[in-house]
Every structure is written in structure tokens, then in C-alpha cells.
């Protein structure tokens, strides 16, 4: 299973970004996808995650800025972000779950960097 992020990059303070991130060579149902955060020197955050039936939940550093959603069809999950603070600087990793066997798996991405300047 490999997740293949895009789209970040560097953006002032107040842009706007939008990652995704794609699954392939997956044999099993993902039912989460979501997005991780890692600032250097802390640790990984969860941004937003998204359910198989839409459900999403949020960080509250990012409700009312930050939009996931996801295509299941293609296993492609996207977050939308806006109002960019240079807080929000970070890598940000694609993450899937999914169960296969009764077996629980959990899949990352290689992370890209969104970088916001003041």
C-alpha cells in the first residue's frame, strides 16, 4: 500500500493550500483516511480525519479553516486549507486505516511540507 501526498509547498500567512493524497495497492476497505501534522521538535497532531460515510472531525486549530473530504471511489482524500497561519507550519501526513482478516492496518505517507510565512 503506498499513499502519495501532493500539494504542499510555501504560502504566506492568510494563503490558501490544498493537499491529497492518493492510496493504491490497497486489497481492503480503507475506512478512515486522514491528515497529520508534525512541527519540528513536537510531535505528530492530528489534523482532520474522515470517515467512509463522510464523517469528519477536526482539530480545533483548524475547525472553521481547514476542509477534508475524500473521493472514495479513488481512495484519494484532500484538505483544503485556508487562512494559513505560520503556526500551521509543519509536515503534513496522509494516513489510512483500514481492517482486512478482522486484522486492523494502518498506513502513512511520506509527508510534504507546508511551510507559512508572516
Known amino acids: 500500500v503506498q499513499l502519495a501526498e501532493s500539494g504542499g509547498g510555501l504560502v504566506q500567512a492568510g494563503g490558501s493550500l490544498r493537499l491529497s493524497c492518493a492510496a493504491s495497492g490497497t486489497d481492503f476497505s480503507i475506512n478512515v483516511m486522514g491528515w497529520y501534522r508534525q512541527a519540528p521538535g513536537k510531535q505528530r497532531d492530528l489534523v482532520a480525519i474522515i470517515t467512509n460515510t463522510g464523517t469528519a472531525n477536526y482539530a480545533e486549530s483548524v475547525k472553521g479553516r481547514f476542509t477534508i473530504s475524500r473521493d472514495g471511489a479513488e481512495n484519494t482524500v484532500y484538505l483544503q486549507m485556508n487562512s494559513l497561519k505560520p503556526e500551521d507550519t509543519a509536515v503534513y501526513y496522509c494516513?489510512?486505516?483500514?481492517?482486512?482478516?478482522?486484522?486492523?492496518?494502518?498506513?502513512w505517507g511520506k509527508g510534504t511540507l507546508v511551510t507559512v510565512s508572516s
Open positions: 494516513n489510512a486505516e483500514g481492517v482486512k482478516y478482522g486484522s486492523s492496518l494502518e498506513y
